[in-house]
């Protein structure tokens, strides 16, 4: 894969996020790792419907500008992408929204459960790592582990910051990212009548064997 090809995926995932309401202005940001182990991710503070495929910026996997246009940087989230892609190999995608349903429980800081089918191809309920800075490799450190003690998990909360999702392919990962958000809007709602009844293991399982 090239760097025009990673950095053409990188800005039509962008969009389609921004399409889908997951990203604003130029809130949130994106990676995508080649095979060379270079990574594209999303310019730092470039709203998204001005940006580009050009825009794109190349790193390493310690966060190291391979390729930019002039006057582009990467995402001051770099070191939240590096941690996780080195940390979960068979990945390839990163995307990081702060959409506004995922924020409501990460403030409250409280795990989203499995009350519906979106959530369980992302691994079911969908737990919530400790505030760390933004912008710090602590935020990237906080979100790998969680994703390391889960094998199979597709998404996470950052307290108080927004939404991360992972997958071998962007299209997975942004699918993730819909996914949660809705999953995240029907539980607030569903709060606002009653208490919801999440899905139980043995119903999760029996999912599982009806569509692998």
């Keep these: 894969m090239t760097y025009t090809d990673r950095r053409e995926q990188v800005h039509k ?4 996020l921004s399409e889908a309401g997951l990203i604003r202005l130029s809130a949130g940001n994106l990676s995508l790792r080649g095979e060379d182990g270079h990574i594209a991710i999303t310019p730092s503070g470039l709203w998204y ?6 825009d794109i910026v190349i790193i390493d996997p310690d966060g190291k500008v391979v390729d930019a246009r002039p006057g582009r940087v990467p995402s001051s989230e770099w070191a939240l992408h590096t941690a996780i892609l080195a940390a979960i190999p068979e990945i390839n995608a990163v995307v990081h929204t702060h959409s506004i349903y995922a924020l409501v429980f990460a403030s409250l800081v ?8 979106e959530l369980i191809p992302a691994g079911g309920t ?23 003690s889960r094998p199979g998990l597709k998404g996470l909360l950052l307290q ?17 990212a819909l996914d949660i958000e809705t999953a995240a ?8 009548v009653g208490q919801p009844v999440s899905l139980t293991a043995d119903q999760i399982d029996d999912f599982h064997r009806h569509h692998g």
């Design 110 to 117: 409280k795990e989203i459960p499995a009350i519906s089918i």
């Design 13 to 16: 995932t962008a969009l389609r």
């Design 49 to 54: 419907e001005n940006m580009q495929p050009d």
């Design 126 to 148: 969908i737990p919530i790592a400790p505030y760390a800075t933004p912008g710090t490799p602590e935020v990237g450190r906080g979100a790998a582990a969680i994703f390391q």
């Design 160 to 176: 108080n910051h927004g939404l991360v999702t992972i997958g071998e392919t962007l299209d997975r990962a942004f699918e993730y």
């Design 185 to 192: 809007q029907a539980y607030h709602l569903a709060l606002q």
